[in-house]
């Protein structure tokens, strides 16, 4: 029988089998007593083994049978799954999921299993040292938001019908590309319309209007995907992290069934896995470090993907040992990254984003795992890049929060446009909080310093021609100051501009070079009436 | 000649490849179903010829399953396809009244071989 036209499905379905399998290893190391994951894990070994059999891929079948062997003794109560027995299957899924991804591709290259088969066959329990004896915190309060094991590999089912087919993600960037060129056409051709006067051109323009609302919907909802796309890999992620680092650590996952647009998720992996990282190399003290402060042996590292309007938060914080903001002061004085000064002036959350400052570390000690401290500042700018806003929060001895706020969809934005001078400038709107209009007597000058007070709090102001370096505008005494109020790492920014021409959607486009190598801008777009209007980076104004 | 079969398994790759068999092998799939209760669903509505269940399934005992299909409906041959190859499981399946055992992996022949010579 020819088997081929089964080998897609073979793939997909061996993928969605290993993915839970991983979760479960992680989950049931936490509270080993969960035999309905053991029941799970057992059945996934056992059907991965079944269609690898029928498929008739025999190094498949070898790794999941002897894999199916050592769950059934734990099963059966024989003994319970050993951190290294748990390595041990992990090891077992990957290397199935390299041969699932051999099949796939056809290469079907030979990948040396026997010591795999042998270590899992030889796996003596007894032998293995008993873990340290020391109190496993609760997890009756943690409160994890864990989809029922059965559900989850029939969750991706209802794409085998015929109602949804496999698209390339080429064809959906082609479609952004041309629902944005379709948006700025309407603006242009809006414009031409008033200028002639044709009254008659009206309602169809609304209607033209109305569907390209609906294309530009449709389009973004075909290219949403769960937040789990990525996050299915971070328990395993952690979990392996944190036992190279002899840490014991609870990874909390909320939230990853909201979705976001996949280039948007391509681009945050990184930077997730980066925190992720920190968070477990630095942020978490060690077990004793943990003990003697009064702390639950285990640390604790959550990360919440939650959506507000048009923006998305995604926030991983820890309960480790946070950060010190003088300490960072200090130490930015010290590598010439601010004056005394600066140091002087700068608010907590300020501090924390030092560590966002190339060559930045505070970590006392250099690991594998987290690099060299470096990092941090590329996480930044993956965040800037997509027009959101990383914000640092910490505690001292408590634990820090790192929180990334990005817009839901990319390319097509809603921002605020303001004119500088000879130029127009879009504010993306997720970093607008709101807008002004200053009168003279409004900015307090001090130490060089211009600020407003704002609900009580006072925060910097400047002329954004003065950050442009563009010349001062001659404006009278009196005129009010048109002034946009940014959020830039949880700090509030105002830049006065000469004018608020409203809100606008637009169609980013990258800058390519040398145009990228301007800083305060991320992107351009091209208005109705054909002129070339820049994105601002808030950020990077300040 | 009994002719429709009900398939009951949890993998859709092993429906598909089961279905292929069966339709090449002249069989009318009458449905599929994934899950136990799934199958207890379908048979409200007819019975199958034949049911082909996978004993190990995520929301069921397959072996109380087994049970509960037969009781339902006592006119259906059941047989039970499974990789598992122990022969108390095998000898259980049949004692509680399967029709045959058919062990993954399974060839094309072996499903017919199996299917056409069971007993009235």
Known sequence: MDMSPYRDLFVSEARSHLTTFNELIVRLEESPGDSPAIDELFRHAHSLKGMAATMGYEQIVAIAHIMESQLSRIRSGEFELLPALADLLLEGSDTLARLVSGVESGSNAFEDTAGLIERLATFDPVAEVPPPVHAIPSHENIDIPLETAASAPHQFRQTDSFKSIRIKTETLDHLVNITGELITNRYRLAESIRLAGAADCQEPLHQLTALLRNLRDEVFKARMLPFAIIADRFPRLVRDLARKQGKEVHFQLAGKEIELDRGILEEITEPIVHILRNAVDHGLETPDERVMAGKPFGGTITLTVCRDKDHVDISIADDGHGMDPEQLKQKGVDKGVISPEQAAQMTPEEAYQLVCTPGFSTAATVTDISGRGVGMDAVRESVHVLAGVLTIQSRSGQGSRFVMRLPITVSIIHALIVQSGPFEIAFPLTVVTRTLELKRSDIREEAGRSSILLGGVSLPVRSLRQVLRLPASPETEDALLPTVVCDIGGTLHAFSVDRISGQQEIFVRPLRSPLSCLRGVSGATITGDGRVLFVADASALV | ?120
């Open chain 2, 1 to 120: 000649m009994s002719r429709t079969v009900m398939i009951v398994d949890d993998s859709l790759f092993m429906r598909k490849i089961m279905r292929g068999i069966l339709v090449q092998k002249g069989y009318i799939v009458s449905a599929e179903a994934a899950s136990g209760i799934e199958a207890m669903r379908n048979l409200h509505t007819g019975h199958p010829d034949i049911i082909l269940l996978d004993i190990i399934l995520p929301d069921s005992n397959g072996l109380d399953l087994l049970e509960s299909i037969i009781t339902a409906c006592p006119d259906s041959k059941v047989v039970v396809c499974s990789s598992i190859g122990e022969a108390q499981v095998i000898q259980k399946s049949l004692d509680l009244g399967a029709k045959a055992y058919i062990q993954k992996p399974f060839t094309p022949d072996k499903v017919a071989d199996v299917l056409e010579n069971l007993e009235d």
